[in-house]
């Protein structure tokens, strides 16, 4: 298989899953709620295992996809440095993938329902990786890094345990 047909391969793999596993971590996630006030929107009840639960699925799910996805890709022999460089820039596309994907279906950002909403409504939360503040940014999140951490993970670990895996070699 040439490079450029095993570039095009890896990168076509890494972000259907990362499209898949965003449907499938927005399916996954319960909503937290909120309510209004002031036209702002409160977490309530307000603590942080409600606030992070959306960023702990999201590692959840994308750090066994990535360590899968390594694999698959480390057991295709040959052109080892294209292979390695197309799993981690296609690995890191395919988080953000899922990110996109399952922010786009989740529920709208409630800070901005909120404003035109009465006090004490209740919203659901929007999916995210930052806690649910106004003054976040959406991309600054470590949780980013599950999925590229995983397939580099799954691709070394099959570089390094080979065909001959963890048996031991004779020394006699």
Do not use: N
């Not at 890896?10 to 927005?26: C, I, K, S």
């Not at 409504?121 to 990786?129: N, S």
């Not at 503040?133 to 980013?144: G, I």
Request: glycine content about 12%; hydrophobic content about 50%; aromatic content about 8%.
């Amino acid at each position: 298989m040439s490079a450029l047909r095993r570039v095009g391969l890896v990168t076509a793999l890494f972000l259907l899953a990362g499209a898949a596993a965003g449907v499938l971590w927005e399916w996954l996630w319960d909503p937290t709620t909120g309510l209004t006030y002031q036209g702002q929107w409160y977490l309530e009840p307000a603590g942080p295992d409600r606030s992070f639960s959306s960023i702990a699925l999201f590692v959840v799910i994308a750090v066994p996809l990535g360590l899968v996805l390594g694999v698959l890709c480390g057991i295709w022999r040959g052109h080892e440095v294209v292979t390695t460089v197309s799993v981690l820039v296609a690995a890191v596309a395919a988080g953000f993938l899922m990110y996109a994907v399952g922010h786009a279906l989740g529920p709208a950002d409630p800070q901005v329902l909120a404003a035109a909403k009465p006090d004490y409504t209740k919203l659901p939360g929007d999916l995210g990786l930052t806690a649910p503040d106004a003054d976040r940014v959406a991309w600054h999140s470590s949780a980013l890094l599950a999925l590229p951490a995983g397939a580099m993970a799954g691709l070394v670990g099959t570089y390094l345990l080979g065909k001959q895996g963890l048996a031991r070699r004779s020394r006699g």
